[in-house]
């Protein structure tokens, strides 16, 4: 079993930033990946940001400019920075951990609303 507990979303105005975080716990094996994904207000769930426990770093072309995802390896914790937020930026982020092999597993989501 696999724990992930995200925080940092808010309400921040458009051009503004926001660090979120997601820590994981339990059995995590290596090698693994850490990402981003959201779902804004009738939306379905889009993909934002992919960390690997092995450096790699992929992203959304819609967030690519702006946001900048991070991989603490001796934590097992996944950051996103996310720079010159836009309404469109307005969604639940969810954590998402996923090992080689194995069952993929969520956290419970922070909110980000982008709002003036």
């Known amino acids: 079993q696999v724990q992930l507990v995200e925080s940092g979303g808010d309400l921040v105005q458009p051009g503004g930033s926001l660090r979120l975080s997601c820590s994981a716990s339990?059995?995590?094996?290596?090698?693994?990946?850490l990402g981003w994904y959201r779902q804004a207000p009738g939306k379905q769930r889009e993909w934002v940001a992919t960390?690997?426990?092995?450096?790699?770093?992929v992203y959304a072309d819609s967030v690519k400019a702006r946001f900048t995802i991070s991989y603490d390896n001796a934590k097992n914790t996944v950051y996103l920075q996310m720079n010159s937020l836009k309404p469109e930026d307005t969604a639940v982020y969810y954590c998402?951990?996923?090992?080689?092999?194995?069952?993929?597993?969520w956290g419970q989501g922070t909110q980000v609303i982008v709002s003036s």
């Open positions: 998402n951990y996923k090992p080689a092999s194995g069952a993929a597993y």
């Open positions: 339990g059995t995590i094996y290596t090698p693994n990946a």
């Open positions: 960390a690997s426990s092995g450096g790699s770093k």
